[in-house]
């Protein structure tokens, strides 16, 4: 092979990247080599702290033996077979392991797909057609939530309120309201509704923007009284992100459907769930034509459930959620130090171990680069300097970490 730069400004194009300026001579893509812990080493030989969780997936570490080892005995047991027509044992126990986190006769029934996108593909179709099956086809549209993301697949996109990534497909999708926070619902001709999707605590791509606490269980009741469906895209909060294995648990909330991905598989392979009731599976029995024609040719693949499980079996055994309190206190503490002693930085917003660094206007992409310089990988959302590590991370990880954002503003 050439030289791995050149193959890939040649014929790779990234994720939301100008490629023009991605492929400028003068620009040196980090080439990641090796992970370990919350350790990232580049071909160079450099070493940098994963302050994004590379891309919000990773939990556990980079590179976790418990993991490593469940994939390649699994790879070499069962690759992948279908789980359309067939069963696998891992996808039964996953399913049992994720289903028991929620109360009894909650979410109870696992759909499995690849990614956060398909997740909340498969609940909105789910959602949809179960009006269907039931004498409710008035019910089409959904309601979202302004500066929401929830994927980039069409379906999923025509949920996203972020302007500048969705505006220009917005009409191709599903029938979407916008509203900007639950006060707007009064408003609203909800007879027409079948869900409502959120990003339960704290948008994302939002620039990490945490809601009101309350917010959630009121969301709740107001689609418990008007029989709409509420989705819980929990994509980037699932996995202990914001303290609590998940975050709807903060607020004591079930909702019609959960989708989970980036964290399942503790960062490691892609794999995708949807978790519904009861009440939504039985619209789709009976008659041939109340099946859900939907599903992909990974569905369930047994190497991701086999991470999936050997990630929710660190849960237990380090009593992952039992240490975050700690280190979700020591952030704080740090961040708030940080803000007292720089005039660069206009607000800190936190949720867990997320934490989302508001600069001055025009300082976003610089102080990632600086960061970088100081052994620190994250990514800037506009202004906004993303903190978001594997939840594995130690006290002395995280001071290096805004120690480097300390230098860099
Ligand atoms: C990342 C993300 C998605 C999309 O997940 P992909 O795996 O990138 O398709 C959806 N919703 C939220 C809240 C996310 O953070």
Redesign the pocket.
């Known amino acids: 092979m050439t030289d791995p730069i050149a193959a890939d400004k040649a014929h790779c194009w990234h994720p939301f990247t100008l490629q023009s300026e991605w492929c400028d001579p003068a620009h040196e893509p980090l080439m990641i080599v090796r992970g370990e812990g919350v350790w990232l080493f580049d071909s160079n030989g450099e070493k940098y702290l994963d302050g994004n969780s590379s891309?919000?997936t990773n939990i556990h570490g980079h590179c976790r033996p418990e993991i490593a080892e469940a994939i390649a005995k699994q790879a070499a047991t069962l690759d992948h077979s279908s789980y359309l027509g067939f069963a696998h044992p891992l996808a039964s126990e996953l399913a049992e392991k994720l289903v028991f986190h929620f109360p009894k006769n909650t979410l109870e029934r696992v759909f499995y797909s690849?990614?956060?996108?398909?997740?909340?593909e498969v609940a909105l179709k789910m959602s949809i057609q179960s009006r269907m099956q039931t004498g409710q086809e008035k019910r089409t549209r959904f309601i979202a939530f302004d500066n929401?993301?929830?994927?980039?697949?069409l379906g999923?996109a025509s949920l996203g309120g972020v302007n500048r990534f969705f505006s220009r497909f917005r009409n191709l999708g599903y029938d979407t309201q916008f509203v900007a926070s639950i006060d707007a619902l009064k408003f609203i001709d909800s007879s027409t509704v079948t869900a409502v999707v959120i990003?339960p605590l704290i948008?994302?791509?939002n620039e990490m923007r945490p809601w009101p606490k309350g917010m959630l269980r009121e969301l709740r009741e107001w689609t418990n009284k008007l029989g709409i469906h509420l989705i819980l895209?929990?994509?980037?909060?699932g996995f202990g992100r914001t303290g609590t294995m998940f975050a709807c648990q903060q607020e004591n909330v079930a909702p019609d459907f959960l989708?989970l991905?980036?964290g399942l598989t503790g960062g490691t392979v892609?794999l995708?769930a949807t978790l519904t009731t009861n009440a939504v599976y039985e619209t789709f029995l009976g008659s041939s034509e109340n099946a859900f024609y939907y599903g992909h040719s990974y569905t369930a693949n047994p190497i991701g459930c086999a991470a999936a499980i050997a990630s929710l079996q660190i849960f237990e055994d380090e009593k992952t959620l039992d240490l975050l309190p700690i280190k979700i206190n020591f952030l704080e503490k740090q961040l708030a130090e940080l803000k007292a002693k720089s005039k660069h930085i206009v607000e800190i917003r936190q949720c867990g171990l997320v934490a989302g660094i508001q600069l001055k206007p025009g300082l976003g992409i610089q102080t990632t680069l600086a960061v970088r310089n100081q052994g620190l990988l994250t990514r800037n959302i506009l202004d906004t300097l993303v903190f978001m590590p594997p939840l594995c991370i130690s006290l002395d990880e995280i001071e290096f970490a805004i120690d480097a954002i300390r230098k860099s503003v």
Do not use: F, L, R
């Not at 929401?148 to 697949?153: I, R, W």
């Not at 895209?233 to 909060?237: A, R, S």
């Open positions: 891309i919000w690849d990614n956060g996108s398909t997740a909340v929401a993301y929830h994927g980039d697949t999923a990003e948008q994302g791509v895209d929990e994509v980037m909060t989708c991905a980036k892609p995708a």
